[in-house]
């Protein structure tokens, strides 16, 4: 028992996840410090409401960096599904529930993610460079295609699903609401099922074998090029998740507004600890890196910062963050060495 507190302290020294927990501490605590406001009920609801969307984009971003690849293209696919669906439905004059416009994106995000992963596991094309033409693509359609423009209504459906709350809470101090939307259920059931498949299917295990080594995942017994297209077939229905909840949100259907997106999702999940080479890294830290991110864009008010300042902010983050996870890949590579050698030489 004596020798168990320091060895868990030894174990979460190491882990990338501890030190990410630390810096957002330290941040809420200053930011509480300025303005006391942050630990506010109401302000701790906005914040977990901004987590929604860009959480979900995280979850996918995620299994596609931990796979040894970079997805930019989720903020346009995401954007193309919302439109579509919620233009369809409008010329329908659709009055229904928000469970059609949900089937419907989730349907078309399957079938662009698929587009995305045949290239990228059958043709046996980088990532970045298919993400990043397919993001052309997808906006190309929308702006083609669909001549898309700001849609200000939205179907009944999707508006009542966008503003039900789960509860209000209320700041005691300044009198402020603010509500619990009942689409933060949706994130956390993503979560949860996305943490269900890495921890305990061997398709989870899969996606990290690829990222480790694709030959290795091979001779392992991964069928590769199914794992990955069936990975992004999951990855473009959730960013479609995170469209259609963008829009029902919003109350409005903007086609452009979560383009550019993808950087500071990206750097949140490196942020997390997941290594950028692939292979390595937790949904724990994926969520601590992005919860940085948003916290850091929707608190410097409270700061007393202007808001001009926060991509200044948000690229600091980005070069740290891959900084620190090239630094642990060079750690971790010439550790490998070393062990080599040593065995090697017992040879």
């Known amino acids: 028992m004596k020798g168990g507190t320091p060895t868990l302290m030894k174990k979460l020294t190491r882990r990338n996840e501890f030190y990410v927990f630390l810096v957002l501490l330290v941040l809420c605590l200053l930011i509480e410090i300025r303005s006391g406001q942050f630990f506010s009920p109401n302000n701790l609801v906005d914040i977990a409401s901004a987590m929604i969307v860009p959480g979900l984009f995280a979850i996918g971003s995620f299994l596609v960096i931990v796979s040894g690849g970079v997805d930019v293209s989720f903020p346009a696919l995401a954007s193309l599904t919302m439109y579509a669906t919620t233009k369809m439905l409008l010329d329908a004059n659709y009055q229904g529930g928000a469970v059609l416009p949900i089937v419907i994106a989730l349907a078309i995000g399957a079938v662009l993610g698929a587009f995305n992963g045949l290239f990228i596991g059958y043709f046996r094309l980088p990532a970045m460079i298919v993400t990043l033409g397919s993001s052309s693509v997808f906006k190309g359609i929308m702006q083609g295609a669909l001549n898309s423009k700001q849609l200000t209504v939205i179907p009944p459906g999707m508006r009542r699903w966008g503003t039900s709350a789960l509860f209000i809470a209320r700041n005691p101090v300044s009198g402020l609401t603010s509500r619990m939307y009942v689409t933060f259920i949706a994130f956390i059931v993503v979560l949860a099922l996305v943490f269900f498949l890495l921890r305990f299917t061997m398709f989870g295990r899969g996606i990290y074998a690829i990222g480790g080594s694709e030959v290795s995942a091979h001779r392992a017994g991964f069928n590769v090029i199914r794992t990955k297209v ?84 948000t690229g600091v983050l980005i070069i740290v963050g891959t900084g620190v996870s090239a630094y642990q890949t060079i750690v971790m590579n010439r550790s490998k060495r070393v062990q080599t050698a040593k065995k090697e030489v017992a040879a």
């Open 230 to 313: 069936i990975m992004y077939v999951l990855v473009g229905m959730i960013a479609s998740l995170a469209g259609i909840i963008r829009a029902s949100m919003m109350q409005q259907a903007h086609p452009t507004n979560m383009l550019g997106m993808e950087m500071n999702i990206i750097a949140g999940v490196v942020l997390g600890g997941t290594a950028i080479t692939g292979g390595r890294g937790t949904l724990t830290g994926c969520m601590l890196g992005t919860l940085l991110i948003v916290i850091v864009e929707n608190s410097m008010i409270l700061l007393g910062i202007p808001t001009s300042w926060r991509s200044v902010f």
